[in-house]
């Protein structure tokens, strides 16, 4: 077997599209402010689809698929948004619904899409649940404010399903797990990976990025770290790795940010120095990554790299939780 690269600086973990952003507001079909962080899938057809974030001139955000063959070009836009806040019924969608992660959930068959819903308590985490991205089944919200950055796993870990998400709480804005046996109902949280302290590139607060990836090794997980300087803050994205059959357990961290802004479409924007990715699709190899992220919360671009790479570097620079940083 052939052993995989390690690359020899984090910047090559992960290489942007020559043609970035690939997705603009003027390509939108309707006015709008900006597109960005949006969650992607491969449909059963190979068809990419990004449930991409819409911001209305209100400020206010909602959700509309685009899809391509290749996953980079030839967008086909929905004309109208996809799924928009429906504050009657949902309340907590007041103020928009916002960076959705999508999971493929075997056992029902369906798309599980895990979002931030925006009303007057804050950001809380909502679900629904589709088998075309033209109907949804609303589950309304399941973790209440001030809670976002969150993604279902796949398949039950034992009895319960599993949620990775970002409450705020008064210990800090870190990550943690929760179970439930129904989609509805949860409990059993556990924080899986504090903030850092200090001086770290991801001291204070992060969150996830897209949904964990399931290898042999264990749970990858890619996550944002926010660095605030006297300029403002500065997201970049870190690497950690959790036990399958616990993930609970954090097995590996990277002490180092992986990827950044560094283009100019990253670092000017409605909000400048941000890469965020809410969504990935992954190769008929099992190892190609197509990372899809909201640049300076204003567009989308694509990055490409290697699963294996990926595992390889965390071996090599990563480490387990120390108490206290």
């Known amino acids: ?16 599209h020559d043609g970035n952003p690939i997705l603009i507001a003027r390509d939108w079909p309707y006015p709008c402010n900006t597109v960005f962080n949006p969650a992607a899938t491969r449909l059963r057809d190979g068809t990419t689809l990004l449930f991409c974030r819409v911001e209305g001139r209100n400020g206010h ?8 063959k290749n996953g980079v070009d030839g967008w086909k836009i929905d004309p109208e948004p996809t799924l928009s806040p429906d504050p009657g019924k949902y309340p907590g969608e007041l103020w928009g619904i916002e960076d959705a992660r999508i999971t493929w959930v075997e056992e029902l068959g369906k798309y599980a899409v895990v979002y931030t819903a925006f009303s007057r308590g804050g950001p809380g985490v ?47 804005a870190h990550v943690w797990i929760s179970y439930s046996p129904d989609l509805r109902h949860w409990g059993s949280h556990n924080m899986i990976l504090p ?19 399931e290898t042999p090794e264990g749970w990858l997980m890619i996550y944002h770290g926010v660095r605030e300087t ?7 994205l870190g690497l950690a790795l959790f036990d399958l059959a616990t993930p609970e357990q954090c097995i590996l961290r990277g002490d180092e940010w992986i990827f ?12 400048g120095q941000v890469v965020f990715p809410c969504g990935q699709t992954i190769d008929d190899d099992g190892d190609t990554i197509n990372l899809y992220y909201g640049a300076a919360d204003s567009c ?9 790479e990926m595992l390889a570097w965390l ?5 387990a939780l120390v108490e206290g940083e």
Not at 61 to 68: E, L, N
Not at 300 to 308: E, F, V
């Open 315 to 319: 071996k090599t620079h990563g480490r």
């Open 61 to 68: 955000s909602h959700f509309t698929a685009a899809r391509s």
């Open 230 to 236: 006297a300029s403002g803050s500065i997201y970049r």
């Open 1 to 16: 077997m052939k052993k995989a690269k390690t690359p020899e600086h984090p910047a090559d973990l992960f290489t942007r």
């Open 260 to 271: 950044g802004p560094d283009e100019a479409y990253e670092d000017v924007g409605d909000v």
């Open 126 to 172: 909502s679900i629904a649940l589709t088998e075309d991205f033209r109907s949804f089944e609303r589950l309304g919200v399941i973790m209440p404010p001030e809670d976002k950055d969150a993604a279902l796993l796949p398949h039950r870990i034992g009895d319960f399903w599993a949620m990775i998400h970002r409450p705020l709480t008064t210990l800090g």
């Open 195 to 213: 903030a850092r302290r200090g001086a770290w590139w991801d001291a204070n607060k992060i969150g996830l990025c897209t949904p964990l990836i």
């Open 300 to 308: 989308i671009c694509l990055a490409r790299g290697k699963i294996s």
